[in-house]
């Protein structure tokens, strides 16, 4: 797995224990990455994206109610959830080319989660970029 790939599926790890475990993302991120050693690649892109992502929250989950049409965000597995928000933050915060963004969204949502969610997360994406386009 490539170091992007790793930063991405960390930062979601870490959204997602933050979310649950009612805790600061900064802890998250140090639970993490307490368990495994890293480069600190990794370690930088995973902790921008994940503390990013986490400061966004508000912003992030309102596009996510916009685009799953009548999908309350209670509905959706913490997983999927914590996938579009990191996706959507990094459409929206950086430069990376929206086609990695989604593919590798899809991917971890294929890997934590079901099928089905990656079909869901890749709709929401899809909306999220035709609108945007």
Partial sequence: ??????????????????????IDIKK????????EKY?????????KLAEGAWRSKDKLDRLIVKYSKDWKLDRMGGV???????????LTESKTP???VINEAIEVAK?????????????????YMKQEE
């Avoid at 992007?4 to 870490?14: E, F, N, Y």
């Avoid at 480069?39 to 902790?47: A, K, M, P, V």
């Avoid at 999927?80 to 990094?90: G, Q």
């Fill in 39 to 47: 480069i600190d690649e990794t370690r930088e892109f995973s902790t």
């Fill in 111 to 127: 890997k934590y989660s079901t099928l089905e969610a990656a079909k869901f997360i890749n709709g929401i994406l899809g909306a």
């Fill in 98 to 100: 929206a086609e990695i």
């Fill in 1 to 22: 797995m490539g170091k992007r790939s790793t930063s991405r599926r960390l930062a979601m790890q870490a959204l997602y224990q933050a979310e649950v475990g009612r």
């Fill in 28 to 35: 998250a991120l140090e639970n993490l990455f307490e368990e």
């Fill in 80 to 90: 999927d959830r914590n996938i579009l928000r990191l996706a959507l933050y990094e």
